[in-house]
């Protein structure tokens, strides 16, 4: 379909990736500030969090090299 009808279903369909991206990086963005706050608050919670990410990351590896 040419003309008018083409433009207006690619902008229908445009809208719903304009609105989800910026709504995705707003959440991404509260992620991370109540992260922050949350290390802020209990720091001892922080160290736990590292030393899970970094267990998972060498077990992640080991197996990929190993098995």
Do not use: C, F, W
Not at 44 to 62: C, V
Request: net charge positive.
């Amino acid at each position: 379909k040419t003309g008018t009808q083409g433009t207006v279903k690619a902008v229908i369909r445009a809208v719903p990736v304009a609105v989800l991206k910026p709504m995705i990086g707003v959440a991404e963005a509260a992620s991370k500030g109540l992260l922050g706050v949350r290390n802020t608050i209990d720091p001892s919670n922080k160290m736990q969090s590292e030393d899970a990410r970094y267990n998972d990351t060498i077990n992640t590896t080991t197996k990929r090299i190993h098995g």
